[in-house]
């Protein structure tokens, strides 16, 4: 009978249990530091759009020309016809491509209207950023203007 090996396990066990222990310990006391760019608390929009989206529409790789982890999901004045875009493919239910995680029914929902919000509060609070969308010619131009017979 070999000997040797219930000997060397019990030490390979402890050696694992230890590299565990001090692992957590790490982890433990080094709690996640939001990076800058983060440092507001995240919306659930913004969650959803960087657990879904910003895999591709980053900064970098820009599929469809398109980087939502730079636009600001809360403030969407500031890319108004990124999150016009957007909130189509959302309604849609065309992004992400096939294939792709995506999210639930009531997440797409609530994404959608919770969007949908913001860019006609935004539109509201500045209708001369819609005679600039106009401009564009555009086929998803203010689709929530439309819904809502809004003449702006
Ligand atoms: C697996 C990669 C991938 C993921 C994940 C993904 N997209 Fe895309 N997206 C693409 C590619 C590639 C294109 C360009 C080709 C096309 O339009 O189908 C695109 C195009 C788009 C466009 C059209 C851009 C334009 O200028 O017309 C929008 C809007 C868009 N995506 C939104 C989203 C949103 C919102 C999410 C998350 C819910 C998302 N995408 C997730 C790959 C992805």
Redesign the pocket.
């Known amino acids: 009978m070999d000997l040797r090996m219930p000997a060397r396990l019990p030490s390979a066990l402890a050696a694992g249990l230890a590299m565990l222990w001090l692992g957590g310990a790490y982890l433990n006391a080094r709690p996640q530091q939001p990076s800058a760019a983060l440092s507001s608390p995240v919306s659930p929009d913004r969650a959803?759009?960087n657990q879904?989206?910003i895999?591709?529409?980053n900064d970098r790789t820009k599929?469809?020309?398109?980087a939502?982890d730079t636009a600001d999901i809360e403030r969407v004045t500031a890319s108004e016809e990124?999150w016009e875009?957007?909130l189509?493919?959302?309604r849609m239910r065309?992004?992400?491509?096939p294939?792709?995680?995506?999210?639930d029914e009531r997440a797409y929902d609530g994404?959608v209207s919770s969007l949908e919000a913001k860019l006609d509060r935004a539109a509201k609070a500045n209708p001369e950023i819609c005679s600039t969308c106009r401009s564009t010619s555009t086929t998803?131009f203010r689709p929530t203007m439309r819904a809502t017979g809004s003449t702006t």
């Open positions: 959803l759009v879904y989206c895999r591709c529409h599929a469809g020309g398109l939502l990124v875009k957007a189509v493919k959302l065309a992004m992400p491509p294939g792709a995680a995506r999210p994404l998803y």
